[in-house]
């Protein structure tokens, strides 16, 4: 049995929305080392409070961490610290098991007014989640997510359950069982749940990279004053190790639609 936790970066709103990019993230890990992971991440949380002052319990929202805003602005880490600590986070999540799948929709291919940008993005990583695990068919797994999101992944993923259907690049779409998914997303408090944060802050990572590398776009002048494009790549390098790269030919899996 494996845990899945989803979170994302960017709003899902079309065609009316606050961001042109949404990437909904999942992390995935097997059950028999959620306790192992869990201690390790403490641990590391524990050293985080040690060094910098971030304290263990803080919710760790990776967009408001960086730019400094409520609630770590009290916290007074600086600008070089808190680019430092998503540095060290991406060097330590490779020493745990944990797995990940991230999904970028670009909302400007988008093409009908209808497209279900949060269905597409939940349907994309379940289906490679499955062909991860399907190696295995006595593999099963569930989905875990906030508390706000999980009475649309629960819709979602019944849906999805029932009919599957997928773009073919040979015959346009075709249907795919959704085989190892098992009950309805269960929903966890993101405060309460290191695994959800960690989700977030991968997805904020590529959400960084995609923003630039395929929309061409710039990130905020706060931003830009504190990452550039090399600090996202070299997270996402430190992160590769547990990057699902079969997911995409993407250089770390990350899968875009539309195409």
């Known amino acids: 049995m494996y845990l899945s936790y989803f979170d994302e970066s960017g709003d899902d709103g079309y065609p009316k929305y606050s961001s042109e990019l949404f990437v909904l993230t999942s992390l995935y ?15 590391f949380r524990q050293q985080l409070k040690k060094d910098f002052g971030l304290p263990v319990k803080a919710e760790f929202h990776a967009k408001y961490f960086i730019l400094n805003k409520n609630p770590f602005k009290e916290y007074k880490i600086s600008d070089n610290d808190r680019k430092k600590i998503l540095i060290l986070f991406s060097k330590f999540i490779p020493n745990t098991t944990l797995k990940f799948i991230n999904v ?22 379940i289906q490679r989640i499955e062909n991860d695990l399907g190696v ?5 797994f569930m989905i875990i997510t906030d508390e706000g ?19 073919s690049k040979f015959s346009g779409a075709y249907r795919k069982e959704i085989k190892l998914l ?20 991968v997805a904020y990572v590529v959400y960084l990279y995609v923003i630039k590398k395929y929309l061409q776009k710039k990130w905020s002048k706060r931003l830009e004053l504190i990452l550039n494009f090399n600090d996202v790549k070299e997270i996402l390098d430190n992160l590769k190790p547990s990057l699902n790269l079969k997911a995409s030919k993407d250089d770390y899996g990350i899968v875009c639609y539309p195409k």
Request: glycine share 2%; hydrophobic share 35%.
């Open 136 to 140: 295995d068919p006595l593999n099963k």
């Open 29 to 43: 890990l097997h059950y028999q080392k959620w306790r192992e992971d869990f201690s390790l991440i403490r641990e």
């Open 182 to 201: 098992i009950e309805d997303p269960l929903p966890k408090k993101s405060q309460e749940s290191y695994f959800i944060q960690i989700a977030d802050f």
């Open 104 to 125: 970028a929709i670009d909302k400007t291919k988008i093409m009908l007014n209808d497209y279900p940008v949060l269905e597409n993005a939940v349907k994309y990583n």
């Open 149 to 167: 999101r999980v009475g649309k992944m629960r819709k979602i993923a019944r849906k999805i359950q029932r009919i599957n259907i997928i773009p």
